[in-house]
């Protein structure tokens, strides 16, 4: 430090979703694309684009908070001149694409103002993703581009900035071309963030914290990197310390103080230990937090923290996985990052409840297809004890999936839900391609890179084939896609290598339907599966009962928009979740209730409401985990069943309106009974909010079931009744949906359809602390139903760093 100056404030993050402004650009007329593209001069002379400007009037714009994606917002469209096209299709239907221009563009604005005191940080913009191709703009100038939909990125802003006035920033989105073949939003779709730091500050996801068990002590190896962006040289040193979950330190470190020239960087590293730790694991996810300071002439420059887990992991060829040193089996699922009402803009709190929906039946793993994921998706995962396959979008080692695949293991490698990294998902020419040792090339760079980046996790790539070959040969655990004729094979052939069920399943059904009907689009909820899959039964009798198999990974645990399978039109989603897109489980989800838990476990189905089908048979299936299971139909039995290891009992029952009673029992005693029964006439709503009180943070959400009842208080299983909804209070209503994958209705108006007897409502908190009062009625003018009505209450937020 020079004599007579004083250090910035350390780092600051502030958040900056609040208070954007959007309107639609144009791919095609620079007319109705605010002039963009018009000519050759958008960046002839720095500072002349106007639209980032205070001279610009975006008083016309919506006003909206981000995240925010704004092809959930549009109309699905169909083409029915016949002419293939697969990528409309692919993403659920939606005005995407070049074909588009009107729907595909948008542009967001934000004006904000930076106190004189900042002047001397360095002030940076970070975005934790965007769909996709993004130019941005402050002050007029240009500042650079990012043409990756899944990836963080940000822009040093230092030089640009109004220091003790007001900020102008404008972006332009473009989704005009996509990255996958899965629906992905537009917009800006994840957080975006202003960080303030002193020009001597740690380099970005640079601090690493390694632990090695070591018997009843954990060894930790501590890494970080200090970069100087001063115009003089600093001596800097590091202060490390380590805290439990209680906020008791537990381990400390330091290092010397090491000279940095100016524009220059240092790698430091430290060691440190923890006495017992307590081990991360999906049963106790516990998590350490380290705090790392950069210090400079006894002032402290930068500090940084980051939660950290103590585990070990490892894929043994013969004997599966292994967690902490005990074996355990990958019960997980494959999910794309899209829900019902939000498209891929999820509030941070959704991120969690989906992990609650999916542990609900025991999946202990989840693999993030085909992207590297959201950060709060990761953050849940940590904090839930939710293990994680972390995949990166684009299998290449050319300088941009390398940067891909650089930032994905970076950004991560701290988080203990990670157990492995994938390099890519099912390509074909890269396994098998017509260029010799392309795909061995290709995947040999990648993995070598991630070896680099963290030699504590190993790599794999999810393989729809035989794996003998390509990509294969580098990878250091075996993923199989499907294919059962394979695993055993291999395992004979290569007994020295690893394997897991990378993409298994496929299997497809339709929430609350039991007849496959191509005419409504249906599939039916027993034994639904395409071609080239496997019921859960199948996969499951396969993964589950070989221990030189890891486990496996689902296809898939909720449904997600586009990939409609098996239907095309009007089907916009796929029908391969266990859950559907809003979270509410299918039959499927208590078959692996039953085999993935060890409580017990009894489901039985279909519903009992089969009018006009009198004296017809219905097939009745059981998932249970008990021994045996006796079946009743109006209090006469029809026989007891052994459950069969993995498997199901079923029965064929003459229908007659009444019960249907499973009663499940273990070493000969009834553990548990479940009924099905025959409703009446729906009579009245019913609303049921997964939280009574959430936070008055502009951001939380509290999840809303909606569903029927009869006069008899009995949810009606087939009610489809068109519901209007009124939000008031500190609240608003950011999302709906029902889990229809045939349904076109708005995923904004406050307004839906139960699809057989549910529905969701996404109610988001204002910045106002009081409560949030939620009523559902019925549509029209003949109102049969009695309306419903809820109230959730908004607490005081911690504080926060929010940009005004």
């Not at 963030?193 to 070591?214: A, F, N, Q």
């Not at 208590?590 to 089969?610: G, I």
């Not at 459950?643 to 009663?663: D, F, M, N, S």
């Amino acid at each position: 430090m020079r004599h007579g100056e004083s250090p910035v404030a350390p780092r600051e993050q502030w958040l900056l979703d609040f208070d954007w402004r959007f309107a639609f650009g144009n791919g095609s007329d620079p007319a109705k694309d605010f002039g963009y593209g018009f000519g050759q001069g958008d960046f002839s002379k720095t500072g002349d684009f106007k639209l980032a400007t205070a001279e610009f009037n975006d008083a016309g714009w919506r006003a909206l908070d981000l995240p925010h994606d704004w092809a959930v917002e549009l109309p699905a469209v169909h083409d029915d001149s016949g002419d293939d096209d697969t990528r409309l299709t692919s993403h659920g239907y939606k005005p995407l694409g070049r074909r588009f221009p009107t729907t595909s563009v948008g542009w967001y604005r934000r004006t904000f103002e930076l106190p004189e005191s900042d002047r001397g940080r360095r002030i940076w913009i970070e975005f934790d993703g965007a769909m996709r191709d993004v130019v941005l703009f402050v002050n007029g100038c240009f500042i650079g581009q990012h043409d990756d939909g899944y990836t963080p990125f940000r822009f040093d802003l230092t030089d640009f900035l109004n220091y003790g006035g007001k900020n102008v920033i404008a972006l332009r989105v473009d989704a005009s071309f996509g990255d996958g073949w899965f629906y992905e939003g537009a917009g800006i779709y994840r957080h975006v963030w202003l960080t303030k730091m002193d020009p001597v500050h740690l380099g970005r996801w640079e601090s690493v914290v390694r632990s090695t068990v070591e018997g009843q002590a954990a060894a930790l190896a501590l890494a970080t990197r200090i970069e100087n962006e001063s115009g003089h040289a600093v001596h800097a040193s590091l202060e490390w310390s380590i805290t439990d979950a209680s906020g008791r330190v537990v381990a400390h470190a330091t290092t010397p103080a090491q000279a940095i020239a100016p524009n220059a960087s240092a790698d430091c590293q430290a060691t440190a230990r923890i006495d017992a730790p307590k081990l991360w694991s999906p049963d106790e996810p516990h998590l350490y937090t380290a705090l790392v300071k950069v210090v400079v002439d006894g002032a402290v420059r930068d500090a940084e923290q980051f939660p950290f887990g103590v585990r070990t992991a490892a894929f043994d060829p013969e004997r599966g996985f292994f967690l902490n040193g005990k074996p355990l089996k990958i019960q997980g699922t494959c999910n794309h990052q899209d829900h019902a009402g939000v498209g891929a803009a999820l509030p941070d709190r959704l991120q969690s409840f989906r992990v609650e929906v999916l542990q609900g039946m025991g999946c202990n793993a989840v693999r993030t297809s085909h992207n590297m994921p959201t950060p709060e998706w990761v953050e849940a995962c940590d904090r839930m004890g939710m293990m994680m396959m972390c995949e990166t979008r684009h299998m290449s080692s050319s300088p941009s999936g390398m940067q891909q695949l650089d930032v994905m293991v970076k950004r991560y490698r701290n988080s203990p839900s990670i157990i492995l990294w994938s390099i890519g998902n099912e390509e074909w020419r890269l396994q098998k391609g017509a260029l010799e040792h392309q795909g061995e090339r290709i995947g040999a760079a990648m993995v070598a890179r991630c070896h680099e980046l963290d030699p504590t996790r190993v790599v794999s790539a999810a393989v729809n084939g035989d794996n003998e070959q390509g990509v294969s040969d580098a990878l250091d655990v075996i993923g199989f896609n499907y294919n059962l004729k394979y695993p055993d094979a291999f395992h004979r052939e290569h007994p020295t290598r690893a394997v897991y069920g990378s993409e298994t399943s496929s299997a497809i059904a339709t929430r609350g339907e039991y007849v496959t009907d191509p005419k409504k689009n249906t599939v039916n909820s027993y034994d639904g599966v395409v071609p080239w899959g496997e019921t859960p039964e199948q996969w499951w009798s396969f993964y589950g009962t070989r221990d030189w198999l890891a486990g496996g990974f689902a296809w898939t645990g909720f449904d997600y928009r586009g990939e409609p399978t098996p239907y095309g039109w009007p089907s916009v989603n796929s029908q391969f979740g266990i859950v559907d897109l809003c979270g509410f489980p299918k039959d499927y989800y208590y078959y692996y209730k039953a085999w993935w838990t060890k409580a017990p476990s009894l489901h039985v189905f279909p519903h009992w409401n089969w009018a006009g089908k009198e004296g017809q048979e219905i097939p009745v299936w059981v998932y249970t985990n008990l021994d045996e299971v006796e079946l009743l139909l109006n209090g006469k039995s029809l026989g007891i069943q052994k459950v069969p290891r993995l498997g199901h009992v079923q029965w064929k029952v003459t229908y007659a309106p009444g019960v249907i009673e499973a009663r499940g029992r273990r070493d000969g005693q009834v553990v548990l009974v479940e009924r099905r029964e025959t409703t009446g006439t729906a009579r009245k709503l019913r609303l049921a909010a997964d939280r009574s009180e959430i936070s008055a943070d502009g951001q939380d959400v509290a999840m809303i079931t909606v569903d029927v009842l009869d006069g008899h208080g009995r949810p009606v299983p087939t009610a489809n009744h068109k519901l209007a909804f009124r939000i008031t209070g500190a609240g608003k209503l950011i999302g709906v949906g029902n889990g229809d994958p045939n349904c076109l209705e708005s995923d904004k108006e406050p307004k839906r359809s139960l699809f057989n007897g549910l529905a969701q409502l996404i109610v988001q908190s204002t910045d106002s602390t009081g409560t949030i009062h939620i009523e559902a009625l019925e549509e029209g003018a003949e109102q049969s139903l009695t309306p419903a009505s809820v109230t959730v209450t908004t607490r005081k937020a911690a504080a926060r760093l929010v940009v005004a």
